[in-house]
């Protein structure tokens, strides 16, 4: 991953905001990818490791999606995981700017992992992979999109961000968690 680290820290688009350098992609042995919005400042950025805090431990968003992934038998150790944005966004106004300077870095990430299916966590990496302005994010959440990236064909399918301030981050999730697995065991081995 140098080429990513250093198209990261050469990266200005955005300003000069903490950037998501080391471990800017969770490597697992799932089908799929999770990809998040942005890290969040009391996490990754500083504990090198997705939905953790600096203690080794889960954080709220975390637990919520080891209890989804749990119902398909794996866990969090077990998926792929980046961020749209590979920089600290504290203002939800530049999501979508910054998902848009970000998504070469992204492209290049999705290159190189053996996932054919794409979870989006939230409104701004759907879209931008969709190349779509979605009007209403809970519209296209469960729903199988084909996409192709570069030379490669994925199915994505948005779900709800885990959070524990979001209502429907666990029980709207729950159903298409099962959709995930089903499509797991038609098409690949875990």
Not at 75 to 98: A, G, H, P, V, W
Not at 153 to 167: A, K, Q, T, V
């Amino acid at each position: 991953m140098d080429k990513i680290t250093k198209l990261i820290n050469n990266c200005n688009k955005c300003g000069n905001l903490p950037k998501l350098t080391k471990n800017s992609l969770q490597t697992g042995k799932t089908p799929f990818i999770i990809i998040g919005e942005s890290p969040a400042k009391d996490g990754w950025l500083k504990s090198y490791k997705a939905f953790y805090n600096t203690d080794g431990k889960l954080q709220a968003s975390g637990r919520i999606l080891e209890k989804l992934l749990n119902t398909i038998n794996l866990n969090i150790s077990d998926i792929y995981f980046t961020e749209m944005c590979k920089c600290l966004i504290t203002d939800r106004k530049q999501l979508e700017k910054c998902s848009k300077n970000c998504f070469p870095i992204l492209t290049e990430q999705l290159k190189n992992i053996p996932c054919n299916i794409i979870l989006t966590m939230g409104l701004h990496p759907t879209q931008i992979l969709l190349n779509e302005n979605i009007k209403k994010f809970s519209d296209y959440v469960g729903k199988q999109f084909n996409i192709k990236i570069g030379e490669k064909n994925f199915i994505l399918i948005p779900i709800y961000h885990p959070s524990p301030l979001n209502p429907k981050g666990y029980k709207d999730n729950l159903p298409i968690f099962k959709k995930i697995n089903e499509i797991i065991k038609e098409n690949y081995e875990v």
